[in-house]
């Protein structure tokens, strides 16, 4: 209440002013005083009643900026209050995660999720480390760090790393553990990573030909694949992958039903859908595109601000997420929008985040808040670099946190959000921004200091 204390003082010492300053005129005036325009001196008794009368409105002003500036003072107070005890306040935590062991650097993070232990899961680029930064891993070596880290890793919300598996930067992974021979293809380019209510962790990627999705247990042992490395059969393709399952196009990412054991596929940066397969078999179950309508190949030309929405998703279709009421929310990156669906791809309504934004567009991943009706979405924003809090009704900007820059809880292309059940936010960057941050409720529900 800093901003109340100081108002206080200030009108105090105002109103101390009023009844102990200096007469306004003189108890004794002298000879060249004359009386307003008159030439009739004052007499002492209109002078006193002039000061008294001129203390008195200082005073009533005194008490009108009291009234005035202390509501509003109030407000802001209160709502700065409001936003910290209903999940839309954040503060960054510097120290997430800890230092990684065996010099191992992280490269582009395209993924974070968090599964029903609260551990948190990133899918990282080891490829996209520059020379220099991977010194170390150089023949010969060129410095003494660092090395790129498996493309896959588990940590806790304390930031300590538990697992990681998966990649080029995994020896002996890519030629035991998934291979073409036995049906997995591991993407050049890793985007996206879910996981389910099993403990599976599935993953996509986005590099040139990566028209598939991965199945993994916990520890890392292949299960599944949907679709087929370079083959794409476009935006209405039911079958011809591997096993039967439907063709993709540069998938973005996943998310698997619990209540259905289907996995919703937002497919993606080649194809312009939303894709439903059966979690277990990976067959096909349904599809849509925008508005619930057939999806439509044909490229939409450039996105204009100005100009009706667009009848198709443009690509990317970047993420799918699924709400306790069973609401689908698909981002519509480029076009700047979230549509809402129902399971059946029925179509429901659909909001703008910062319409007005070109380059990549603003809605590039979604997770909801953590109280019971999930009132809130969570919305990463990797052109404007922030983290859009709506609500999830109308969409409206509750808050918004973090900016374009380079220190701890500002953002170079946030890519990913994730929730943990305490309501924590976990990021994710691209480009040069190679990171992950965790971000902390500023006060939990009772006003205290989040811990």
Known sequence: MRKLSALHYFLQDLCIFAFQAIPFFPHQPDDSVNFRRGKQKPTLQNLRYMEVTMKRLLVGLAVTLSMTLGSQALASEYDVAKKQSDGTEFKVDPYWPKVLPNKWLLGQVAGVAVDRRDHIWIIQRPGSLTEDEAGAAQTPPRSDCCRPAPSVMRFDREGNLLAAWGGPADPGFLTTRCTPAI?????????????????????????AGNHQV?????????????GKAGLTGGSNATTGGL??????????????????????????????????VDATTGRYKRHWGAYGSVPNDVAPGPYDPSAAPARQFRNPVHCVRIANDGLVYVCDR????????????????????ERDTLG??????????????QRYLYNADGENNKVWILNRQSGATA???????????QFHWIHNL????KGNIYTAEVDTGKRAQKFVPAHDHHGRDHK
């Open 243 to 276: 096993n039967g399952t439907p063709l993709l196009g540069q998938p973005a990412d996943i998310e698997v039903d619990p209540a259905t054991n289907e996995a919703y596929i937002a497919d993606g940066y080649q194809n312009k859908r939303v894709l439903v």
């Open 418 to 421: 994730a929730r943990d059940s």
């Open 183 to 207: 049906g997995c293809e591991w993407p050049t380019n890793e985007h996206g990573i879910f996981v389910d209510h099993n403990d599976n962790v599935w993953i996509a990627g986005n590099g």
């Open 399 to 409: 808050n918004t946190f973090g900016r374009n820059g380079r220190y701890a809880g």
């Open 214 to 226: 991965l199945k993994f247990s916990r520890d890392g042992t292949f299960l599944l694949q949907i």
């Open 360 to 373: 990549n567009g603003s809605t590039w991943d979604l997770d909801l808040s953590v109280d019971p009706r």
């Open 334 to 353: 480029v076009n700047n929008r979230i549509q809402v669906f129902q399971k059946t791809g029925t179509f429901v309504r659909e909001f703008f985040v």
